[in-house]
């Protein structure tokens, strides 16, 4: 069996000293380093692309289901008065803000201010739009409380999903990774 030639240097491995045909120079070491970084780039922007799609689908589940005529299960209060399709707008704008925030926050999990009071503001014309659309939906009528809670859903989402897990969970949690 051939020996290989081993470096007697500060190198080494918890097995023991690193052969020389492992050891790697300052240049091959860069190349490696910009390789392995260039793959976790495309393995992030393809969980985007991921975050992206489903942001669209729930977009267009939300319009679709908002063109259903009415059938009359969701809108009567049952025994206790409470109108379950309050807790349906709610529960699918907080979907809708978490898709947008998991979809455009960045590697250390941040999405700028202005991005955020821009979403809030299309995610209020969003609403509204939703509920104009059930004008011309036979049984549908436009619905202010719905919108309320839309808005509320969205407003939940950031700052429960953004600000709290995101912001206080996550980056704190990436940061101590990374050092």
């Given at each position: 069996?051939?020996?290989v030639?081993?470096?007697?240097?500060?190198?080494?491995?918890?097995?023991?000293?690193?052969?020389?045909?492992?050891?790697?120079?300052?240049?091959?070491?860069?190349?490696?380093?910009?390789?392995?970084?260039s793959?976790?780039?495309?393995?992030?922007?393809?969980?985007?692309?991921?975050?992206?799609?489903?942001?669209?689908?729930?977009?267009l589940?939300?319009?679709?289901?908002?063109?259903?005529?009415?059938?009359?299960?969701t809108?009567e209060?049952?025994?206790?008065?409470?109108?379950?399709?309050?807790?349906?707008?709610f529960?699918?704008?907080?979907?809708?803000g978490?898709?947008?925030i998991?979809?455009?926050?960045?590697?250390?999990?941040?999405?700028?201010n202005?991005?955020?009071?821009?979403?809030?503001?299309?995610?209020?014309?969003?609403?509204?739009?939703?509920?104009?659309i059930?004008?011309?939906?036979?049984?549908?009528?436009?619905?202010?409380?719905?919108?309320?809670y839309n808005?509320?859903?969205?407003l939940s989402?950031?700052?429960?999903?953004?600000?709290?897990l995101?912001?206080?969970?996550?980056?704190?949690?990436h940061?101590?990774?990374?050092?």
């Open positions: 069996m051939p020996k030639a081993m470096r007697s240097s500060s190198v080494s491995h918890k097995f023991g000293p690193v052969p020389l045909f492992f050891q790697l120079n300052r240049t091959q070491y860069a190349f490696l380093r910009i390789f392995e970084n793959m976790r780039l495309l393995k992030f922007y393809y969980k985007k692309s991921i975050w992206l799609i489903l942001f669209i689908f729930w977009t589940l939300i319009i679709s289901t908002s063109m259903i005529p009415y059938s009359g299960a809108g209060p049952g025994s206790s008065g409470f109108r379950w399709d309050y807790l349906e707008h529960l699918a704008h907080f979907a809708f978490t898709l947008y998991m979809w455009r926050s960045d590697r250390s999990f941040n999405i700028r202005l991005e955020l009071a821009l979403m809030f503001t299309v995610s209020i014309c969003f609403s509204i739009l939703t509920e104009f059930q004008l011309f939906v036979p049984g549908r009528a436009f619905n202010y409380i719905d919108v309320l808005l509320a859903g969205v989402a950031i700052l429960l999903i953004y600000f709290l995101i912001r206080y969970y996550l980056r704190k949690k940061l101590s990774i990374e050092t």
